[in-house]
């Protein structure tokens, strides 16, 4: 039994890596080009204020920032949900679940060869799914907010 859940567990890990791997070069290609649009964008709303048709280039210009933010939204909103797996209950970690069910097993009264692998489990347990910005920082909505009010 423990096995299985050991194995299911690895599982898990490896999915999360695949899909690390998979979008953390996406998410820092999008983060990159984003910052540069929005750079681009307000160079054209500097440059536009002296003009007669400023309050047109300010509303396009608003609608491209609107749509850059909604898609880093998107992405950290990825990040979020792989990081809090929502369960029927309301929010939980599936890492922490493993984790807490494993210490609160007895493992300290099995075999010594078993309670290393549940203590091995629970240390694994410790480590948070995320998905990252091109290994830099996590995806979530905190990392989210933090970039945009800057």
Request: charged share 15%; net charge positive; with cysteine.
């Amino acid at each position: 039994m423990i096995r299985k859940i050991i194995k299911k567990h690895q599982n898990i890990i490896i999915f999360s890596k695949s899909i690390e791997n998979l979008y953390s070069h996406i998410a820092l290609v999008l983060f990159l080009s984003d910052t540069l649009i929005i750079c681009g964008l307000g160079f054209i709303l500097v440059t536009s204020i002296g003009k007669s048709n400023a309050t047109t280039i300010i509303i396009k210009s608003l609608g491209f920032y609107l749509i850059m933010n909604f898609e880093v939204f998107m992405f950290c909103f990825a990040g979020e949900y792989l990081s809090v797996k929502v369960s029927i209950n309301g929010a939980s970690n599936y890492n922490k679940e493993i984790g807490d069910a494993a210490y609160d097993s007895h493992w300290y009264q099995c075999k010594i060869q078993d309670s290393r692998i549940i203590l091995f489990l629970i240390m694994r347990s410790q480590n948070q799914l995320t998905i990252t910005v091109g290994k830099f920082m996590d995806l979530s909505f905190e990392r989210f907010i933090s970039v945009r009010i800057l």
